[in-house]
Nanobody, 126 residues
């Protein structure tokens, strides 16, 4: 079965960096665009970044441009989110997800993602 397992979250001071990883299994990972979303307590889920099946195209929400970078390694079935210059307001659960349709473009719309990980908590202290 399809599994997405995030790791790399934790506690970091403001200004610090973290790299989140999402290990995928159960299907041909290289066929599908992947994305990262986050949800802070009391807030709606928010798109962070997405990457095409090949890794050649990325999409990053304006709020995170210049600080967050998405990448993938299809040989390792893993997608990454590099987060720099972290702020307390970046505190949230971060989720990776796979677009359902093979060969589809990276998407900012959560409804296009059919598979989700369990999330990893990022806490940024001031």
């Amino acid at each position: 079965q399809v599994q997405l397992v995030e790791s790399g979250g934790g506690l970091v001071q403001a200004g610090g960096s973290l790299r989140l990883s999402c290990a995928a299994s159960g299907w041909t990972f290289s066929n599908n665009a992947m994305g990262w979303f986050r949800q802070a307590p009391g807030k709606e889920r928010e798109f962070v970044a997405a990457i095409s099946w090949s890794g050649g195209r990325t999409s990053v929400a304006d709020s995170f441009k210049g600080r967050f970078t998405i990448s993938r390694d299809n040989a390792k079935n893993t997608v990454y989110l590099q987060m720099n210059s972290l702020k307390p307001e970046d505190t949230a659960d971060y989720y990776c997800a796979a677009v359902v349709r093979a060969w589809a473009s990276p998407s900012r719309r959560p409804e296009e993602y059919g598979y989700w990980g369990q999330g990893t908590l990022v806490t940024v202290s001031s």
